[in-house]
T-cell receptor
């Protein structure tokens, strides 16, 4: 049971390039999340998904896109990378049987992205 | 919208001593959860402790305990018998049943002196 895995661990992009951050969970969780953490700050929610085929915006969605075609995978797409997207990106997942129900969020190890 | 405030950017504690990290939050919801997460240099986010707002009893996990004051909207973390491995960033986080996101505070960096 690997939990939440993210690839790559590190990446350097040039301004204007695009890339996809991968996130996979093997816990059959229905909810999945993408956060970013800027230096010295807490995490901010980019996008989340309540199940396959359903996604919604968080606090800071601009410049990103997501899709959720399977329960396990929740990739985050950066189009036209900008220096402001330099950050550490965390994927997380949780299981909830009822709307608004709560269980622990499990986090992946993070991806450090630098845009130059 | 909820806000979470951690007023101590850095704290320092002697090994084996006790330290308390502060957190306040603002919400209009009555049903919510509060969390403390630890982030060591590895960057992994590790759940330390959680508190359901409807529970009056303060949560405890081994050397970690909270002081939850619902009326004051305060949620502090006490670490007893501090160990070198406790050195990390600590984030307070809020989850309301009306929303679908964790709201994080800005973090407190804890240093443990041998």
């Amino acid at each position: 049971n690997a939990g939440v895995t993210q690839t790559p661990k590190f990446r350097i992009l040039k301004i204007g390039q695009s890339m996809t951050l991968q996130c996979t969970q093997d816990m059959n969780h229905n909810y999945m999340y993408w956060y970013r953490q800027d230096p010295g700050m807490g995490l901010k929610l980019i996008y989340y998904s309540v199940g396959a085929g359903i996604t919604d915006k968080g606090e800071v969605p601009n410049g990103y896109n997501v899709s959720r075609s399977t329960t396990e995978d929740f990739p985050l797409r950066l189009e036209l990378a900008a220096p402001s997207q330099t950050s550490v990106y965390f994927c997380a997942s949780r299981f909830s049987g009822t709307p608004g129900g709560q269980d622990t969020q499990y986090f992946g190890p993070g991806t450090r992205l630098t845009v130059l | 919208a909820q806000t979470v405030t951690q007023s101590q950017p850095e704290m320092s504690v002697q090994e084996a001593e006790t330290v308390t990290l502060s957190c306040t939050y603002d919400t209009s919801e009555s049903d919510y959860y509060l969390f403390w997460y630890k982030q060591p240099p590895s960057r992994q986010m590790i759940l330390v402790i959680r508190q359901e707002a409807y529970k009056q009893q303060n949560a405890t996990e081994n050397r970690f305990s909270v002081n939850f004051q619902k009326a004051a909207k305060s949620f502090s973390l006490k670490i007893s018998d501090s160990q070198l491995g406790d050195a990390a960033m600590y984030f307070c986080a809020f989850w309301g049943r009306a929303g679908n996101m964790l709201t994080f505070g800005g973090g407190t960096r804890l240093m443990v002196k041998p």
